[in-house]
T-cell receptor, first 113, second 117 residues
Framework: AQSVAQPEDQVNVAEGNPLTVKCTYS??????LFWYVQYPNRGLQFLLK??????LVKGSYGFEAEFNKSQTSFHLKKPSALVSDSALYFC???????????FGTGTRLTVIP | DGGITQSPKYLFRKEGQNVTLSCEQN?????MYWYRQDPGQGLRLIYY???????QKGDIAEGYSVSREKKESFPLTVTSAQKNPTAFYLC????????????????FGPGTRLTVL
């Protein structure tokens, strides 16, 4: 069975400060991990994914995420937050043998000017 | 939102009516998906199709139906059997349905917001 936990419904950070949005997962096999961002009344935009290889993955808009197998985590990070980063962020996982993605409940990020 | 279009953007349905949501992609992707989004619940999979003329139920298929007669189109019908259809509906596609498709990124359309009056 697959599951994803985003333990924080809301994250607030000051503009220019580093940001972290947390994600932990559970799968029976090798995980494929994804981060998406959603702006109000819009579809999801892909940010980055981990399939295999280097544990640090770099993606769009200066975001990166680190795969930690021992902690079963895939936290999203950015060194310096922008007000325009304010949005809803979703972590998703797919077991290598599964037919579909399983999404977390989302974390709302607010960057304060 | 790439090459995936959804229409209409807003849809209002009366009790007892069936409505159909359109999803079209020009990305030449084999796989297509329908998700439902409710506040605080993330996205839940309704149906998915890995290839033309084939589709599978997701986690919450009751009250919904789909067809996949063309590669580029995957319409979703919300039937009167769906007791709580008010939600934001998202369509997605990915390059491969099988044979390594688990690694592929899913790309999403802009969504349709359905409201039952």
């Amino acid at each position: 069975a697959q599951s994803v936990a985003q333990p924080e419904d809301q994250v607030n950070v000051a503009e220019g400060n580093p940001l972290t949005v947390k994600c932990t997962y559970s799968v029976s096999g090798n995980p494929y991990l994804f981060w998406y961002v959603q702006y109000p009344n819009r579809g999801l935009q892909f940010l980055l994914k981990y399939i295999t290889g280097d544990n640090l993955v770099k993606g769009s808009y200066g975001f990166e995420a680190e795969f930690n197998k021992s902690q079963t985590s895939f936290h999203l990070k950015k060194p310096s937050a922008l007000v325009s980063d304010s949005a809803l962020y979703f972590c998703a996982v797919r077991d290598a043998g599964a037919n579909n993605l399983f999404f977390g409940t989302g974390t709302r990020l607010t960057v304060i000017p | 939102d790439g090459g995936i279009t959804q229409s209409p953007k807003y849809l209002f349905r009366k009790e007892g009516q069936n409505v159909t949501l359109s999803c079209e992609q020009n990305l030449n992707h084999d796989a297509m998906y329908w998700y439902r989004q409710d506040p605080g619940q993330g996205l839940r999979l309704i149906y998915y199709s890995q290839i033309v003329n084939d589709f599978q139920k997701g986690d919450i298929a009751e009250g919904y139906s789909v067809s996949r007669e063309k590669k580029e189109s995957f319409p979703l019908t919300v039937t009167s059997a769906q007791k709580n259809p008010t939600a934001f509906y998202l369509c997605a596609s990915s390059p491969r349905g099988t044979s390594g498709g688990a690694r592929d990124t899913q790309y999403f359309g802009p969504g349709t917001r359905l409201t039952v009056l």
